[in-house]
């Protein structure tokens, strides 16, 4: 199994449906490949935190960085919002 495959089959593997042919390539690709055992790691973690539901304090200056950095990429991609 390529990273490529592996990544097209990562949903069912971090919900723990294991039971298909699929999963176990899956989990045979990710033994050897550290990159990938990163990537699932991450988003166990991710997972783990949103189902936790616990809300975690922003800085406000990081808060108003990241409102910014996010409205000039828009405004890159999509240009500025319509007056009004």
Known sequence: MT??????ALSDYVDGERLTAVCEKFAEH?????PCQVVV??????????????PYPVPA???QQLKECLRQRWESKFGPPPKG
């Open 3 to 8: 990273c490529e495959e592996m990544l097209a």
């Open 30 to 34: 990710l033994a050897g490949c550290n």
């Open 41 to 54: 790691d991450n988003i166990r973690q991710t997972i783990s935190l949103y189902q936790d539901g616990e």
């Open 61 to 63: 200056e990081f808060q």
